[in-house]
T-cell receptor, first 115, second 111 residues
Framework: DSGVTQTPKHLITATGQRVTLRCSPR?????VYWYQQSLDQGLQFLIH???????AKGNILERFSAQQFPDLHSELNLSSLELGDSALYFC??????????????FGPGTRLLVL | DQQVKQNSPSLSVQEGRISILNCDYT??????FLWYKKYPAEGPTFLIS?????DKNEDGRFTVFLNKSAKHLSLHIVPSQPGDSAVYFC??????????FGTGTSLTVIP
């Protein structure tokens, strides 16, 4: 158990809909990272938050947004969903600010299926 | 464009033998590499890492080798155990903390 929790574990929805994925980092960790893993793809970095502030963006679509709240949990919002958004979404946390190399601890992921 | 590649989707090895998982990368700016292990229904867990200033790092049964000139990374598991059966992801870091992951290799260790 990494200490990172993600809810829900599974999500089935329809095209055009909007969903929210939630992540709680390990106790004491200030950084939260979001990744997308599509079929036969590696984990693609989406976005990094540190202590409530956005720090880095990867290949995140404009239809996607995220935020980190004062209690340090984070939410990833996916809107106008398309079939191609079906994927595993992982959240990871680390203790630092992300300015130096550090191990990231991953949650179990949320499997999203868009029908 | 996949900057970190794991060209073998799967590998089967007999228990007790050596498992060798390979990873290639294209970005010469990568200066830190990691291997993660993933069981079904769980997130990836950190296994071992290596800095680009080294060519080998060992941790128990796990050894990572780095060949910078070839832009090639490998993970050796000796001896392989059935509990090692999992998907292994290679990852590389550019800058402070920008992670790039490979597509994974599914290892099956046969008892």
């Amino acid at each position: 158990d990494s200490g990172v929790t993600q809810t829900p574990k599974h999500l089935i929805t329809a095209t055009g809909q909007r969903v929210t994925l939630r992540c709680s980092p390990r106790s004491g960790d200030l950084s939260v990272y979001w990744y997308q893993q599509s079929l036969d793809q590696g984990l693609q970095f989406l976005i990094h938050y540190y202590n409530g502030e956005e720090r880095a963006k990867g290949n995140i679509l404009e239809r996607f947004s995220a935020q980190q709240f004062p209690d340090l949990h984070s939410e990833l919002n996916l809107s106008s969903l398309e079939l191609g958004d079906s994927a595993l979404y992982f959240c990871a946390s680390s203790g630092g600010e992300g300015r130096r190399k550090e191990t990231q601890y991953f949650g179990p992921g949320t499997r999203l299926l868009v029908l | 464009d996949q900057q970190v590649k794991q060209n073998s989707p799967s590998l089967s090895v007999q228990e007790g033998r050596i498992s060798i998982l390979n990873c290639d990368y294209t970005n010469s700016m990568f200066d830190y590499f990691l291997w993660y292990k993933k069981y079904p229904a769980e997130g990836p867990t950190f296994l071992i890492s290596i800095s680009s200033i080294k060519d080998k790092n060992e941790d128990g049964r796990f050894t990572v080798f780095l060949n910078k000139s070839a832009k090639h990374l490998s993970l050796h598991i000796v001896p392989s155990q059935p509990g090692d059966s999992a998907v292994y992801f290679c990852a590389a870091i550019e800058g402070p903390n920008q992670f790039y992951f490979g597509t994974g290799t599914s290892l099956t260790v046969i008892p």
